[in-house]
């Protein structure tokens, strides 16, 4: 392809296709959330009509990326998107910090009395304390333990943080085009990811079952388990798309001078990273 041109991909069936797919699982979950028994089938099939074209799509740019087609000006716009994207993300974690610093700062002070909160304090909830963690007014949430900082979370930490480490020399490996380096700093990486969810999911069989911290234990559970349950989910996503990288490191794709996919992974693997950093600070350790 010519380097001044820019390429126009054909027209596609996947975008059509997605957004069914999206349709089918936001009606199907609307369903599903109101008692409907076409709810969660709904969904399931949303879902994998979602996944297929996830799946198809990829496909379909992996090949075009592989035939030579997207030259300088084509990676400039994939670059332009991720970073969009990222920025997207950082609005979305941004708004449950925030609703975690005003619950913490504002809402439980003024309930609790303090400043001009007096008299909302004496007519709805006499006695209750501006204290954190909160189970709510009158200990509607019940008694629960929060998680020690200084344990899994601690570890979790290290893991993330180490993993981001392992990203970097796969990178710098790819760069140098060593390529068994490549796929065994980059199994590592997704090897970490995991063990970090695996964590994870112990950590909240332990505060379900032994610190009585769940959803409904007030606005900390609520908060907890948003920031916890969604970088969760991100990092699901993350490792998912770095095991593809390595499939695709497997298979000798990537070249020193063109590895866009592989770069926009790591921006995201290490966002994940930062979040999870703020996070382990204001949640767990502050």
């Not at 979950?29 to 198809?56: K, Q, R, T, Y």
């Not at 997207?70 to 990222?86: C, E, H, L, P, T």
């Not at 007030?218 to 989910?233: A, P």
Request: hydrophobic share 55%; net charge neutral; charged share 10%.
């Amino acid at each position: 392809m010519a380097q001044g041109s820019y390429y126009v991909p054909h027209q596609a069936r996947w975008p059509i296709v997605g957004s069914v797919g999206l349709f089918l699982l936001v009606a199907g979950f609307a369903n599903w959330m109101n008692g409907s028994g076409i709810g969660p089938w709904m969904a399931a099939a949303g879902a994998c009509v979602v996944i297929l074209m996830i799946f198809g799509w990829f496909a379909d740019v992996i090949r075009e990326s592989e035939a030579g087609l997207y030259n300088n000006k084509v990676d400039a716009s994939f670059r332009q998107g991720m970073i969009w994207f990222i920025f997207s993300e950082v609005m979305f974690f941004a708004a449950f910090f925030g609703a975690l610093f005003y619950a913490r700062m504002f809402a439980i002070p003024w309930v609790g009395g303090e400043g001009t909160g007096a008299m909302t304090n004496e007519l709805l909830y006499p006695g209750f304390q501006a204290n954190w963690p909160s189970n709510g007014p009158a200990n509607l949430g019940g008694e629960f333990k929060t998680v020690p900082a200084f344990g899994v979370p601690l570890l979790n930490t290290l893991i993330l943080l180490t993993s981001g480490w392992t990203l970097t020399m796969a990178h710098w490996a790819l760069k140098k085009m060593q390529r068994r380096a490549l796929v065994g700093w980059m199994l590592a990486t997704v090897a970490l990811g995991f063990i970090f969810l695996g964590l994870q999911i112990e950590e909240y069989i332990h505060a379900y079952q032994d610190l009585g911290l769940t959803l409904g234990s007030g606005i900390y559970g609520s908060t907890f388990f948003m920031l916890t349950g969604f970088h969760g989910f991100h990092v699901t996503i993350g490792a998912l798309m770095l095991l593809v990288i390595a499939f695709r490191c497997m298979a000798g794709h990537f070249k020193p001078d063109h590895h866009f996919a592989f770069e926009s992974v790591a921006w995201y693997w290490h966002f994940v990273d930062v979040v999870w950093l703020v996070l382990f600070v204001f949640v767990y350790v502050v």
